[in-house]
């Protein structure tokens, strides 16, 4: 059997469209690397994203695809989700240590905004993502509750208040620093 070529793998890559994405992989340029060795094909792709379990069923795919051209014998796939940073808007400066900011929020109060906050927080973190919530509901602030969290938060310098975790996601809430039942 004949060796197989680099073209002819790029050609099953641009057929197959990746779900997410809504388009294949070399244009979204998601392939790190690829490399044809006889009939031996290596290839590396980062989505950009968080990907949990989906990983799993990316790279199986993505074997099976290459599989399935002429001359592959043999594939190695490793596929990553490396989370990027959006840019910013002009003249500001991202926060050290954020790259992305999803803020969750409503003109009318009552509509599930905190239920929205804390479930979205949740599946990023069950995604693969790093997630940190601020709570900046002075009205209401729930997030404490539905993370079950109590207490307050600490600080190990005086300066930085350290958020309190539940779940993989780190809060932070005027909830954690008045009384439950004290208005603000």
Known sequence: MSAVSRDRIEAA??????????TDLVSAGAVRSLDVDGGNVSLEVDLGFPLGAYREALAAEL???????????????????TVLSHAVQRNLV??????????????????????????L?????????????????????????????????SSKDGK?????????????????LIDADTPM
């Open 13 to 22: 890559l641009k057929a197959w469209t990746e779900p997410h994405l809504g």
């Open 121 to 153: 927080a949740l599946a990023l973190v069950a995604d693969g993502a790093k997630v940190g919530m601020l709570d900046a509901d002075i009205y209401g602030p729930s997030q404490p509750r539905m993370l079950g969290l109590t207490g307050r938060p």
């Open 160 to 176: 930085h208040i350290e958020p309190l975790e539940a779940y993989g996601v780190k809060c932070m809430s005027i909830g954690f």
């Open 94 to 119: 991202p926060m050290a240590g954020v790259k992305n900011v999803i803020a969750v929020a409503s003109g009318k109060g009552g509509v599930g905004k905190s239920t929205v906050a804390v479930n």
């Open 63 to 81: 074997r099976r695809l290459l599989q399935a051209v002429p001359g592959v014998e043999r594939s190695d796939v490793s596929v990553a989700g």
